[in-house]
């Protein structure tokens, strides 16, 4: 069930049963010529929905803004700096704790996340060791899972896209959207990447991902992304997280 989507008698109903909720994460920031803008909140979101649509859980807003001040050389990229994110992540969970939810299952889509998600996590956690959340406050468990990252998925990337799949604009995520949103896919999928595979390499600021990477990419050939392969990367993908959530709303 989406949050969004339920009334606030539907939620209270839902707490009777459970205490979980699935959060999708993403980002805001260029995926090369051909991949949106978009991609990193898509993707994590439509298969947030999916998981909880077959599991019965409940999926709160997507936070489509991350961490991306390296992406901000390109038009369209937004970042929250680490510090906000980390106040973003701790006061949802808190709202949502409030209600009586205590177990947080995030669905990541973006790898410049996971430190700062990480630190979000220990903040929420270290007012429990200091004392200072409320003396009623139930234990909190909070866990971190990418999308990109199961088993099953890797596998079918690998074999698909091997090491075209490169580590930004990969030709997995693109392919995850173009399944998503083929309309939009079938205007954007036919611009010329040159040269096929993007190069490698370590990035600091904007501006030096910008000279080094012109069209954004990093090590990806995006151009063998296909809606069919989307499709198996999003069923794979589901499968696991469903998978993985309802042995994480067990966790003591
Ligand atoms: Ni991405």
């Known amino acids: 069930m989406r949050m969004q989507l339920a009334t606030w008698p539907e939620v ?35 298969i ?21 001040q390296h992406h901000l050389g390109f038009p369209g ?20 704790a ?16 996971v430190a700062t998600l990480t630190a979000a996590f220990a903040e929420v956690y270290a007012e429990s060791s200091f004392g200072t959340a409320a003396s009623n406050r139930p234990s909190l468990r909070c866990i971190l899972r990418n999308w990109y990252m199961g088993e099953k998925v890797r596998k079918i990337s690998k074999e698909a896209f091997g090491d075209d799949e490169g580590s930004h604009a990969t030709a997995s995520e693109v392919a995850l959207t173009y399944f998503g949103f083929p309309n939009d896919a079938d205007r954007v999928a036919r611009v010329p990447l040159d040269p096929a595979r993007a190069p490698t390499g370590t990035i600091y600021d904007a501006d030096d991902y910008r000279r080094q990477f012109p069209d954004g990419r990093i ?23 469903c998978e993985d959530y309802c042995k994480f709303i067990e966790t003591a």
């Open 12 to 46: 209270e109903t839902y707490l009777r049963t459970s205490v979980g909720v699935i959060l999708p994460i993403g980002s805001t920031e260029q995926h090369g010529p051909t991949g949106f803008v978009g991609t990193d909140a898509l993707t994590a979101e439509m």
């Open 77 to 96: 990229s937004m970042t929250l700096r680490p510090s906000t994110l980390i106040c973003v992540i701790q006061d949802m969970i808190n709202s949502l």
């Open 98 to 113: 409030h209600h009586g939810f205590e177990r947080f299952f995030f669905l990541n889509g973006h790898g410049g996340n």
């Open 219 to 241: 090590g990806s050939n995006p151009g063998l992304a296909t809606e069919a392969l989307g499709k198996q990367l999003f069923e794979a993908s589901v499968e696991e997280l």
């Open 48 to 68: 947030a929905i999916e998981v909880g649509a077959k599991i019965d859980a409940m999926v709160a807003p997507t936070i489509s803004v991350g961490m991306a």
